[in-house]
C-alpha cells in the first residue's frame, strides 16, 4: 500500500492507494475515529452497488458500525438537485445526525453527489472517499463537491474535504474499457500540467496501463495523486494556483453541458478540451509542438481529440459563459507552455476560441 498525505493544517488527511483495502475498510475507519454511535450512508450507483456495496457494508457492520445505504442512477445526470434530495431523504430515514459520516463508494459522479450531501447536510457531517475508477483518482482528492444545473456543469458545490481516500485498485479492474480510458485522460493530465518526466513515463507504459497492470497503475495513481495533493495543499480553495487542475476544463465542461450529460464521459471531454488548450498556446505564440505531443499521446490512450460534427460552435461558446472559469465577460484559460508546463491566461480573446472550436470541428 502507498500512502500520502493532503497538508491541510488541522484539517489534513491521508489517501491510501493498494489492493483490497475495502476488505479491511471497518479498520481504516476506526483509525479515523468514524463514530460507531451514530449510523453512517454509503452513497453508491447502481454500476458499482452490484460488486462493492455488500462488501463494504458488512464489513464496517461486522466492524460494529450502524450501515445505511442510498443507490443511485450511473451517471452524470445523478449530479443533481433532484438527486442530491433523494440522499438526503435517505439521509433521513436512516437517521443521520451531526456525527454521522457519509461514505462516496463509485467514481466521480458519486464522490461529488455524496460529498456535496455531506457538506449541506446539518450544514457538514464528515465523508469518507472510497473511489472505484480511475477518473476517481482526481475528483476525490481535493474537497471540491458539486452537482450540475442543465446549465452549467458543478454550479451548486461547495469546498468539503474528506477524512480520508481509500483507494483499492482492486475495484478497477470491474470497469469498462471506455471508463479505462476516459480515466487516464485525468492522469494524462496530471503530467501535462506539472511533470514532463512523468508524461514520458505514461507514454512508454501506455499498454500497460490500458491493461490494468498493478504495479504500472498503482505508480500513475500515486503520482497523479501526489500533483493533486501538492496543488490542493498550497491553494485549497482556487484563489490561484489550483486553477492549472482545470486543464482542458473549459472547453470539456462546455461541451459535457451542451450535450446533456449524456454522450462524452467527462475525461473524454477534457481530452478535446486539452488539444484546444494547446491550440491555443499556439496562437499565444508557443510551440506546435505542443499541441502534436499533447494529441498523439491522447490518440496513443484512444481518446477522443475532437469535437463531434453535430455540436453547435455558438452553443458550446453560450455554455462557456456559464462556467465557474468565465470572470468579468472574459474567457480565462489553462494554457500549456511546454509540456509539463501551464499558465492561467484570463484574457484569451472570444474570436481565438471560436477559431479553435470550429478547427476542432472541421478536423474531426
Known sequence: ????????????YPIYIGERLLHDAASFFE?????????????????????????????????????????VAAGEKSKSLAVLEKVVTDALTAGLDRKSTIVALGGGVVGDLAGFAAAS???????????????????????????????????????????????DISTLKTLPE????????????????????????????????????SEALQHALYVGCCVKSIVVSQDERESGLRAILNLGHTIGHALEAVSAYDELQHGEAISIGMVGAAMLSAKLGNPPSIREETERLLRKFGLPVRIPGHM??????????????????RMVFVIPTEIGKVEINENVPVEWVREVLERLKEEA
Open 31 to 71: 483509525r479515523h475515529e468514524i463514530s460507531k454511535r451514530s449510523p453512517l450512508l454509503i452513497v453508491t450507483d447502481e454500476r458499482v452497488a452490484p460488486h462493492y456495496l455488500q462488501l463494504v457494508a458488512e464489513n464496517l457492520r461486522a466492524g460494529g458500525y450502524r450501515v445505511a445505504t442510498s443507490v
Open 121 to 167: 447536510y446539518m450544514r457538514g457531517v464528515r465523508f469518507v472517499q472510497m473511489p472505484t475508477t480511475i477518473l476517481a483518482h482526481d475528483s476525490s482528492v481535493g474537497g471540491k463537491v458539486a452537482v450540475n444545473h442543465p446549465l452549467a456543469k458543478n454550479i451548486i458545490g461547495a469546498f468539503h474535504q474528506p477524512e480520508m481516500v481509500l483507494y
Open 1 to 12: 500500500m502507498k500512502q500520502l498525505t493532503v497538508e491541510l493544517g488541522d484539517r489534513s
Open 178 to 213: 471506455r471508463d479505462i480510458r476516459a480515466g487516464l485522460a485525468e492522469v494524462i493530465k496530471e503530467g501535462l500540467i506539472w511533470d514532463r518526466e512523468f508524461v514520458e513515463w505514461c507514454d512508454k507504459n501506455a499498454e500497460k496501463l490500458l491493461a490494468l497492470d
Open 312 to 329: 453547435d460552435v455558438d452553443a458550446i461558446l453560450s455554455a462557456m459563459t456559464h462556467d465557474k472559469k468565465f470572470k468579468e465577460g
